[in-house]
């Protein structure tokens, strides 16, 4: 198995939802990754978890949560979003291994749309 | 900083090559390449260490200049399914953090 799977795909919700994304990998990769693409423009790391351990936080607002309950799954939980935090949300994982390429595997996205 | 991708678009016509540029300001520990189509995920290509070691797809090559802080993606005889925005993605020191370059569309015609 060498997919990445995201829910849900689509996501609209208002200013004082609370709702979760999630992500799956089953190929043995111990790191995972949240990123977010907005139109036309690269994706930006978020997060960045190694072994289950949140090893990179890029000064994301504190309304994106990440969770990470074990090597096979990857949550972000949200609240209180803003409408410019619509985007296509990115997850992918990677080896993390001495002596491995570490190259990531991306997984279809969750489109984000916040009224 | 993000790294620099030039050309911004490109255009080819079927059978084609072309040569994607990546640069970036800082000391590299390795570039990945990526390609996107419109609404799906990006793909992994490419990946190139500091220190010579490659691994990506049999029809794509690439090169990376690490004193001049710099990638090229390779791609010969285009064929349609090409078509998609590339990134690069560079690496500055372990860690696994990846900062994509500013992409390049690239559109093949038949």
């Known amino acids: 198995d060498t997919e990445v799977t995201q829910t849900p795909k689509h996501l609209v919700m208002g200013m004082t939802n609370k709702k979760s994304l999630k992500c799956e990998q089953h190929m043995g990769h111990r790191a995972m990754y949240w990123y977010k693409q907005k139109a036309k423009k690269p994706p930006e790391l978020m997060f960045v978890y190694s072994y289950e351990k949140l090893s990179i936080n890029e000064s994301v607002p504190s309304r994106f949560s990440p969770e990470c309950p074990n090597s096979s799954l990857l949550n972000l939980h949200l609240h209180a979003l803003q409408p410019e935090d619509s985007a296509l949300y990115l997850c992918a994982s990677s080896q993390n291994e001495q002596g491995t390429y570490n190259e990531q595997f991306f997984g279809p996205g969750t489109r984000l749309t916040v009224l | 900083q993000q790294p620099v991708q030039s050309p911004q678009a490109v255009i080819l016509r079927e059978g084609e090559d072309a040569v994607i540029n990546c640069s970036s300001s800082k000391a590299l520990y390795s570039v990945h390449w990526y390609r996107q189509k419109h609404g799906e995920a990006p793909v992994f290509l490419m990946i190139l260490l500091k220190g010579g070691e490659q691994k990506g797809h049999e029809k794509i090559s690439a090169s990376f200049n690490e004193k001049k802080q710099q990638s090229s993606l390779y791609l010969t005889a285009s064929q349609l399914s090409y078509s998609g925005t590339y990134f690069c993605?560079?690496?500055?020191?372990?860690?696994?953090?990846?900062?994509f370059g500013t992409g390049t569309q690239l559109k093949v015609e038949l």
């Open positions: 993605g560079t690496e500055t020191g372990g860690g696994n953090k990846l900062t």
